[in-house]
Structures are given as structure tokens and as C-alpha cells.
């Protein structure tokens, strides 16, 4: 194909997301109003690739491909996509024995307007392409295993379309476990924590704190109150040279149970998602100085775990366990209690993982430390929910159907890929995913010799099948070698004043390497070049 036949609209963009730019400046996509983009040639070409792969494994699966009318969709929810199926499958199961059924389509969606957040471009486009599909069972444990299965799928899509993932577990409000594939992403919307080897990872908020050893052999001193002076606890601890991670902070809490006094170290960041799953419930409020002073008469800068009343529930963080000779409140007004140790002066209820982790702590399975990373969800697998819906079977009854769901924003796919594939100079595509195979330039379209050798380069290569974008712009050399980079096909020929002599210089854009074949050369090293990749 003639580049000079090629609509590539090469633009800039003020948006701050490097996905937007590298496709913005390649002239692979534009942002048509917020939130809004249009999709030129050249991405058609790398979404087709990518949807293709997703087709691949899913049909090697046998997972089916439905294409449904839009207007079924325009204004749905997800379980509406459900109950379009089912409705479907009703009508044609004659028996449980046809069961499970799994399908998928690949649509255009449109993301509520609450949700868009545009200083995240094209992660969060308004409009956006999305595979999801519905499996149905009539036994639970066969559903669980078809999600094992997806597992496999998705991470075999991934794997072929070569952006790095993590796959997070995580349970949504109603219970139901759903995994989570993530890419990373400088504009991604959550922090990741993971290891440098990658055998652990989870969502920054939810990941494992690791359970630290009291320090060994530390004398304990008397318990003994002292007085504030006004001071808060940070204050007092500075006066008395007492260490952050011997300050015990308590906060109390109010419950379905009722109230519950929470302990953790002032070093630590309490995590009120863990908190709630401690408590096994969604409902938890942190009580204010006022609600304080009803429920236990102190004021909260003052409140500690001593002199509670009987059975009031105490729970703390490990980190709190670790504390010798701390300071706390003593439920005195202006009041604190120094030297407090765990078990000698007070007792916890229980004691769990409250906290939220820092960067550069070990990882909870042992191997390395932790580090963060911003991340986008690509992907999702949902548990399969027990019953979903009965179907009537041909006057014999009825079946209790159990349905899983999962999807892939194929958009934002899309982006983290541009992302990670990319480099200083534009994007630098794999041979899998590139909307050509070869960029084929011509320095000089006034030189009749450069003219001839790229004219029977194209088509030797053409002969040869594979995909040749052929630059025969009339525009300076500069301009064709920068557009070629950003372009990021994988080997660009470039055609310049050694054409004469038979050579031509040839460049593998994803390892940067620079070579000088004779032109008889060229196809029988292409081959082996694209035969390796």
C-alpha cells in the first residue's frame, strides 16, 4: 500500500497520558470531542489483530461468538446482556444434557458519563469496544471449573499479545469473587503491589501486610500516667523521645455490633476495607470527638485500650503487637499512659492485618520486597453465582441455571499496549500486532535509480505476501525516517543514495539494530527475521 493512499492524520494532543500521544502523533487515532475518539486505518488494522487472538483462544475453548442487534445493548446493564441470552437459550434447550453453553460478542459500549475521567484519555473513552460473554451451567461446580478455564484463555490472549499482566483476586459487595487482569499503566487509576519477580501481587490497598517479630530481649518498664500539657500524642511522644512505632493510636468505631475499639501503630495507616472484613460487615463509621465522649466519656485524643469497660471489644493490628514501652492514651482527660506494653496492660480481642503496606516492605509470599505500580483492569472473570435463573425444559420441568460473566475492554487494551510498546521516538510495534509487516521509504523520489529499487522491492515483498506500507511522499528524508519511528512498524527499508551500488539500509525498529543489505539479500534474511519473531 502507498503511504501517499494512506489516511494517517497526524496530530498533537495536551493530553498528559502517553497512549494518547503515541497515537495522537502517529496519526493512528484523534480525540473528536471529550472523551470521544476516531480510529484511523492504521488502528483498525492493530484492533483487528488483537480481537483476532481473542477469537483464536476463545473458539479453541469453545467458547461461541454471538453477534447480537446494538439496540439490545445501547441502554444496558450487564445482567440485561444476561437475560438476552438466557432468553435465547430457553428456547432452544431441550434438555440439561445441551448444557453449559458459553458465548461472547465484541461491541461498542458507551461508558456512563459519571465514570469518564478525562485526564485518562483513551482508558477511559466514552465510547469503547468490549468483548464479554456469558456462560451458563446447570451444575456449580462445572461453572467454577469453566472460570478456571477462562483463566487460561485470558492469560493465553495476553501472553500472545505481550503486554506484562497481573491477575488480582479481589470480592465484590455481594459476595461473589472476581479476578482482575491488570496491565500497567502511568495513567492507570489504582496502585498495584507487586514483586520484582511477579509471584505476588495485589491491588496496593489490599495487599498482605507482613507480620513483624517483637524485638527480642527489651526490658519492660512500669506503666506509668502522665500528664499532657496540652500536647497531642505526637507532640508528647517527640517531648519524651519516644519513636513513632511505639505510639499505640486507638480510634473507635461504630458497627452493626455496636462500638469497637481499634488499635494501631502511629507508623501504620489503618485500612478500613480490612477493617470491615474483619468485622464481616460493609457498615463501619469512625466516631467523632463528640460520640466518643457518649460512648466511653473521653475525649479520642486520649482514648486507649486501658480501663475499658468490661467486654467492650478490643481489636488490633499486628504492628501493635511489636510495641515496647509505648505510649497511648489512658482514658483520662489530658492523660497518657507510657511504658504501655500488650498483654501486660491490656489485651486485644483479636489481632489482624489492619493496615495498608508501604513500598519497599518484604512481599507476603517471601520472595523480594514490594513495589508500586500504577495499573488499569483490562479484564474480569466473575464466580459464577449460584442460581442465576430457571429455564422450563420442554414440559419436564425446570432448570436452575448458574451463569458466570467476563469481559475484556479491548480499548483499553488497546492503550496499554501503544503504552508498552513504545519508546522515546513512537511506537515500536510486534510483528503480531503491527499494521505492517515492512515500511518500505524512498529518500529521493526525484532519483530514478532509488525510484526502480524500491519499485522492485515492493513488489518482490508483495510477491512474498507480506504487508508493505510503501512511503512515496514527496517530503524531506527527515520526515519519512521520524514518521516511520512513530509509526513503529517492525523493519523499515530505507531506500537513499546507495541504491546505485544495490544496497539499502534496513532497521529493526524494536531492537533499534541498523543493517546494510545488497537488495539480493533482503527477502532471504526477511524470512528468517519474521520467521524468528
Known amino acids: 500500500m502507498k503511504q501517499s493512499g494512506v489516511f494517517i492524520p497526524a496530530a498533537e494532543t495536551s493530553n498528559r497520558c502517553s497512549a494518547d500521544r503515541l497515537l495522537t502523533q502517529s496519526g493512528y487515532i484523534q480525540e473528536t470531542s471529550e472523551g470521544m475518539y476516531a480510529y484511523f486505518p492504521l488502528a483498525g488494522k492493530v484492533l483487528a489483530n488483537m480481537k483476532q487472538m481473542i477469537r483464536d483462544e476463545m473458539e479453541q475453548a469453545g467458547v461461541l461468538e454471538v453477534d447480537l442487534p446494538y439496540e439490545q445493548f445501547e441502554h444496558a446493564t450487564g445482567k440485561s446482556d444476561e437475560m438476552v441470552l438466557l432468553s ?35 482508558l477511559a473513552a466514552k465510547e469503547f469496544s ?24 485470558f492469560s493465553a490472549v495476553f501472553n500472545r499479545i505481550g503486554t506484562p499482566f497481573s491477575i ?3 470480592e465484590q459487595q455481594a459476595g ?64 519524651l523521645d519516644i519513636d513513632q512505632d511505639r505510639i499505640i493510636r486507638s480510634y473507635l468505631y461504630d458497627t452493626d455490633d455496636g462500638a469497637v475499639l481499634v488499635l494501631i501503630r502511629n507508623d501504620c495507616e489503618l485500612n478500613e476495607w480490612k477493617l470491615k472484613k474483619v468485622l464481616g460487615t460493609d457498615s463501619i463509621c469512625r466516631l467523632t470527638d463528640g460520640s466518643v465522649k457518649e460512648v466511653l466519656g473521653v475525649q479520642s485524643e486520649t482514648l486507649g485500650p ?71 483492569t483490562v479484564a474480569r472473570i466473575l464466580d459464577p453465582k449460584p442460581v442465576f435463573s430457571t429455564i422450563d425444559v420442554a414440559g419436564k420441568g425446570s432448570l436452575e441455571i448458574s451463569t458466570g460473566y467476563y469481559y475484556i475492554d479491548v480499548t483499553r487494551l488497546f492503550a496499554v499496549t501503544a503504552e508498552y510498546f513504545s519508546d522515546e521516538s513512537g511506537l515500536k510495534w510486534p510483528v503480531r500486532l503491527a499494521p505492517y509487516d515492512i515500511h518500505l521509504l524512498i529518500e529521493d523520489t526525484d532519483d530514478d535509480a532509488q525510484l526502480q529499487l524500491a519499485d522492485e522491492l515492493n513488489s518482490v ?18 520526515s519519512k525516517q521520524r514518521t516511520s519511528d512513530q509509526l513503529g512498524v517492525p523493519v523499515k527499508i530505507a531506500v537513499d543514495g546507495r541504491a546505485a551500488d544495490g544496497f539499502v539500509e534496513v532497521t529493526y525498529r524494536t531492537a533499534g539494530t541498523h543493517f546494510q543489505w545488497r537488495k539480493e539479500e533482503v527477502t532471504e534474511k526477511l524470512q528468517e527475521f519474521f520467521r524468528m519473531g
Not at 430457553?90 to 475521567?117: G, N, T, Y
Not at 507480506?466 to 524531506?476: N, T
Open 461 to 478: 515483498m508483495k510477491g512474498y505476501r507480506y504487508r508493505v506500507l510503501y512511503d512515496d511522499r514527496h517530503v524531506s528524508a527527515e
Open 130 to 153: 468490549l468483548m464479554s460473554g456469558y456462560s451458563f451451567h446447570t451444575d456449580i461446580k462445572e461453572a467454577e471449573e469453566h472460570g478456571t478455564l477462562l483463566h487460561s484463555v
Open 88 to 122: 435465547l437459550i430457553a428456547k432452544e434447550v431441550i434438555a440439561s444434557e445441551q448444557l453449559p453453553i458459553s458465548m461472547f460478542h465484541i461491541k461498542q459500549h458507551i461508558r456512563p458519563d459519571s465514570s469518564f475521567d478525562p485526564v485518562r484519555g483513551l
Open 168 to 170: 488480582l483476586e479481589s
Open 306 to 376: 486501658v480501663q475499658l469497660p468490661f467486654g467492650f471489644r478490643v481489636i488490633a493490628d499486628y504492628s501493635v503487637e511489636t510495641v515496647v514501652n509505648g505510649l497511648c492514651g489512658a482514658n483520662e482527660t489530658d492523660t497518657f499512659l507510657q511504658n504501655v506494653n500488650p498483654e501486660r496492660d491490656f489485651t486485644a480481642d483479636t489481632y489482624a492485618d489492619l493496615r495498608l503496606v508501604k513500598e519497599g516492605e518484604p512481599s507476603p509470599d517471601g520472595n523480594g520486597t514490594l513495589t508500586f505500580h500504577k495499573a488499569v
Open 176 to 239: 461473589v469473587k472476581q479476578y482482575e487482569f491488570t496491565a500497567f499503566s502511568e495513567c492507570g487509576d489504582e496502585w498495584i503491589a507487586r514483586n520484582e519477580s511477579g509471584t505476588y501481587a495485589a491491588k496496593a490497598a489490599l495487599a498482605e501486610a507482613p507480620r513483624q517479630e517483637r524485638e527480642a530481649g527489651v526490658r519492660e518498664k512500669p506503666a506509668k500516667k502522665i500528664n499532657g500539657g496540652g500536647m497531642d500524642v505526637v507532640q508528647l511522644a517527640e517531648s
